[in-house]
């Protein structure tokens, strides 16, 4: 594995309680207690304790699943960091600097991934710790926090672990770079638009990671006809890149026989490098470069086409015109070479214009308003009832979902 990122597909495994006898017992003296408590104290402490019975089952089955998964995968890791090893002590470093380069990174990685498998183990052993004492000091709160707080970690750990498996792409360990554009449709594509930039800042968030917005365009009657938000940290784009598409703000009549659309905004995703970009010469003839307003205490807005196959970007976030000049080459390099992956030739040579998808006519999910709250995935099929909970940044389970539609790749060397 080279790196590890954020999100995990799901482990079933049959979870076992630590121990059935206390959990039954504990649950009959609870509703015995319920029945007979008549004063508001003794509800509320009732009710607090049937609140550890689920913040204990949590902590159980994150801890059964790191049991199961964690030694076999320190197993697969070591087996990995050695074989890297004896690559190094076979191969002449000076005869190929690139090669050993990469081989060392490489190792470095493996070295990285064997010692947090390591420390996963002992966070699972720590809550597992904290629980049994939480029980034996007549089931104090406080121990039991910190028991699923050390969960919370090994389950971020495993969830990660478990995605980087998956995520196997070219660029898929790079960060990314998300631009959100609002329809024609008016002010509601414009609001929308803005509620998108946020459900994406706090997906973020949630994985102790930050976006960073670096241009936006408001409108002059609220919200946001476009925006670019940078995302520099692994794995972003292997996450992100499920997302491009068209995303629909969907309110329908009471009895379901009219659909209204009332906002409509696209989003696009292309890799933002964070080692070494690829090698891509475009010809200067090839180029169209145009400047812009100056936005700001930022440079001058540069647009640069790529005249074979009419891609355009843009960038005006940063502070000089030379600055947005490199930034949007960047991105347009970023752009040729994930189309150039898309149609299976060679980097940036013989795009076929035709072949370009449209983004505006691929839909990816619908958000569905009126009479029901909830969110359709159009790729994947999966359906959430919570459109409140995607829209505050809980989209894990749809980004999980399109990335468990890719094939894995062999995890050997």
Same mark, same amino acid.
């Given at each position: 594995? &080279?790196?590890?990122?954020?999100?995990?597909?799901?482990?079933?495994?049959?979870?076992?309680? =630590?121990?059935?006898?206390?959990?039954?017992?504990?649950?009959?003296?609870?509703?015995?207690?319920?029945?007979?408590?008549?004063?508001?104290?003794?509800?509320?402490?009732? !009710?607090?304790?049937?609140?550890?019975?689920?913040?204990? #089952?949590?902590?159980?089955?994150?801890?059964?699943?790191?049991?199961?998964?964690?030694?076999?995968?320190?197993?697969?890791?070591?087996?990995?960091?050695?074989?890297?090893?004896?690559?190094?002590?076979?191969?002449?470093?000076? %005869? *190929?600097?690139?090669?050993?380069?990469?081989?060392?990174?490489? /190792? &470095?990685? $493996?070295?990285?991934?064997?010692?947090?498998?390591?420390?996963?183990?002992?966070?699972?052993?720590? &809550?597992?710790?904290?629980?049994?004492?939480?029980?034996? *000091?007549?089931?104090?709160?406080?121990? =039991?926090?910190?028991?699923?707080?050390?969960?919370?970690?090994?389950?971020? =750990?495993?969830?990660?672990?478990?995605?980087?498996?998956?995520?196997?792409?070219?660029?898929?360990?790079?960060?990314?770079?998300?631009?959100? #554009?609002?329809?024609?449709?008016?002010?509601?594509?414009?609001?929308?638009?803005?509620?998108?930039?946020?459900?994406?800042?706090?997906?973020?968030? #949630?994985?102790?990671?930050?976006?960073?917005?670096?241009?936006?365009?408001?409108?002059?009657?609220?919200?946001?006809?476009?925006?670019?938000?940078?995302?520099? !940290?692994?794995?972003?784009?292997?996450?992100?890149?499920?997302?491009?598409?068209?995303?629909?703000?969907?309110?329908?009549?009471?009895? %379901?026989?009219? /659909?209204?659309?009332?906002? +409509?905004?696209?989003? %696009?995703?292309?890799?933002?490098?964070?080692?070494?970009?690829?090698?891509?010469?475009? @010809? @200067?003839?090839?180029?169209?470069?145009? $400047?812009?307003?100056?936005?700001?205490?930022?440079?001058? &807005?540069?647009?640069?086409?790529?005249?074979?196959?009419?891609?355009?970007?843009?960038?005006?976030?940063?502070?000089?015109?030379?600055?947005?000049?490199?930034?949007? +080459?960047?991105?347009?390099?970023?752009?040729?070479?994930?189309?150039?992956?898309?149609?299976?030739?060679?980097?940036?040579?013989?795009?076929?214009?035709?072949?370009?998808? *449209?983004?505006? #006519?691929?839909?990816?999910?619908?958000?569905? =308003?009126?009479?029901?709250?909830?969110?359709? *995935?159009?790729?994947?099929?999966?359906?959430?009832?919570?459109?409140? $909970?995607?829209?505050?940044?809980?989209?894990?389970?749809?980004?999980?979902?399109?990335?468990?539609?890719?094939?894995?790749? @062999?995890?050997? +060397?």
């Amino acid at each position: 594995m &080279a790196r590890i990122a954020a999100e995990s597909v799901a482990v079933s495994v049959q979870r076992a309680p =630590f121990s059935s006898k206390w959990q039954g017992s504990r649950r009959s003296n609870l509703h015995t207690q319920v029945r007979a408590s008549q004063s508001m104290d003794d509800k509320n402490k009732v !009710f607090k304790e049937l609140g550890l019975f689920a913040l204990r #089952k949590k902590i159980e089955d994150v801890v059964l699943q790191a049991d199961m998964l964690a030694p076999a995968a320190l197993e697969l890791e070591e087996s990995r960091r050695i074989r890297q090893e004896e690559m190094i002590q076979k191969y002449n470093l000076w %005869d *190929d600097v690139t090669k050993s380069n990469e081989i060392l990174v490489k /190792l &470095a990685d $493996s070295s990285k991934v064997v010692d947090a498998l390591k420390d996963l183990t002992y966070k699972a052993e720590e &809550a597992k710790l904290i629980t049994q004492l939480a029980e034996m *000091d007549a089931i104090n709160y406080g121990l =039991f926090k910190q028991a699923y707080n050390a969960s919370i970690d090994v389950s971020k =750990f495993l969830y990660r672990y478990e995605m980087s498996k998956l995520l196997r792409g070219q660029y898929d360990v790079d960060g990314a770079c998300l631009i959100i #554009k609002a329809g024609s449709s008016g002010i509601y594509s414009e609001i929308w638009a803005e509620q998108l930039l946020s459900m994406y800042n706090k997906w973020a968030e #949630k994985q102790s990671y930050q976006g960073r917005v670096v241009e936006k365009y408001a409108s002059k009657n609220g919200g946001i006809k476009s925006t670019t938000i940078e995302f520099e !940290f692994e794995y972003a784009y292997g996450y992100l890149s499920g997302e491009r598409g068209v995303h629909h703000m969907i309110r329908s009549s009471d009895d %379901d026989s009219l /659909l209204h659309e009332t906002g +409509l905004a696209v989003v %696009d995703v292309i890799p933002l490098f964070l080692g070494t970009a690829p090698d891509l010469q475009i @010809d @200067d003839g090839d180029l169209r470069i145009s $400047s812009g307003e100056k936005q700001g205490r930022t440079g001058q &807005a540069v647009c640069v086409q790529h005249i074979p196959t009419g891609i355009s970007v843009q960038s005006s976030g940063e502070r000089s015109h030379f600055a947005n000049r490199m930034k949007a +080459l960047n991105r347009l390099k970023a752009k040729l070479v994930v189309i150039a992956m898309e149609q299976g030739i060679p980097e940036g040579g013989g795009i076929k214009r035709e072949a370009i998808a *449209d983004l505006w #006519k691929q839909e990816t999910r619908r958000y569905v =308003f009126h009479p029901n709250r909830l969110v359709q *995935d159009v790729k994947t099929g999966i359906q959430l009832p919570d459109l409140n $909970s995607v829209l505050d940044g809980n989209i894990e389970p749809l980004i999980g979902a399109n990335i468990s539609m890719r094939q894995p790749s @062999d995890l050997t +060397l």
